[in-house]
T-cell receptor, first 114, second 113 residues
Framework: AQTVTQSQPEMSVQEAETVTLSCTYDTSESDYYLFWYKQPPSRQMILVIRQEAYKQQNATENRFSVNFQKAAKSFSLKISDSQLGDAAMYFCAYRSFGNEKLTFGTGTRLTIIP | ETGVTQTPRHLVMGMTNKKSLKCEQHLGHNAMYWYKQSAKKPLELMFVYSLEERVENNSVPSRFSPECPNSSHLFLHLHTLQPEDSALYLC????????????FGPGTRLTVT
């Protein structure tokens, strides 16, 4: 079974600085997808960024980018120019190719310091 | 309405009550999901429906009964719940092909007294 590990329960960063959230996963599959979701205090889970495992290029969405290391089974999220609205729980998630099931990590609570 | 909606947003029920949670998606997706989110635990997948057929049931107690009458609607029927069932219940939807990223509703905060 696949597992997703987020080893940082809490992180904080100064506004306008850069922060990196860690995620590792365990799988024996070669085709899969990885996601980062954000859950603000208002609680609606929002997709931040996704990565297809077959793509070598790291995904980027505006201030959000990932460092995908397939051999190391690592998928970290970098947030540049942190803003107050980035404060939230961040969840890393894994999905096997051809399977609807998402496996989530336990989340990292990110605090932005003004 | 756009995206994924859930009603009610808050629900308080006694252990002998029967209630239902409703989820509706307006994204043209063909897969829908129920998750349970408890404090300090990973999201727990409860049920998956793909093309209106249940494809996953993660050993969920029978006091939770899902229903998917069509690809846009998903219900979770609740009866004789326990206090430990108090949690945030999240609905999500996706395409069942391709990347299939899931889009979530705002959740129902359930309290069992």
């Amino acid at each position: 079974a696949q597992t997703v590990t987020q080893s940082q329960p809490e992180m904080s960063v100064q506004e306008a600085e850069t922060v990196t959230l860690s995620c590792t996963y365990d799988t024996s599959e070669s085709d899969y997808y990885l996601f980062w979701y954000k859950q603000p205090p208002s609680r609606q889970m929002i997709l931040v960024i996704r990565q297809e495992a077959y793509k070598q290029q790291n995904a980027t969405e505006n201030r959000f980018s990932v460092n995908f290391q397939k051999a190391a089974k690592s998928f970290s999220l970098k947030i540049s120019d942190s803003q107050l609205g980035d404060a939230a729980m961040y969840f890393c998630a894994y999905r096997s190719f051809g399977n609807e099931k998402l496996t989530f990590g336990t989340g990292t609570r990110l605090t932005i310091i003004p | 309405e756009t995206g994924v909606t859930q009603t009610p947003r808050h629900l308080v029920m006694g252990m002998t009550n029967k209630k239902s949670l409703k989820c509706e998606q307006h994204l043209g997706h063909n897969a829908m999901y129920w998750y349970k989110q408890s404090a300090k635990k990973p999201l727990e997948l409860m049920f998956v429906y793909s093309l209106e057929e249940r494809v996953e049931n993660n050993s969920v107690p029978s006091r939770f009964s899902p229903e998917c009458p069509n690809s846009s609607h998903l219900f979770l029927h609740l009866h004789t719940l326990q206090p430990e069932d108090s949690a945030l219940y999240l609905c999500a939807s996706s395409h069942n092909t391709g990347v299939g990223e899931q889009y979530f509703g705002p959740g129902t905060r359930l309290t069992v007294t």
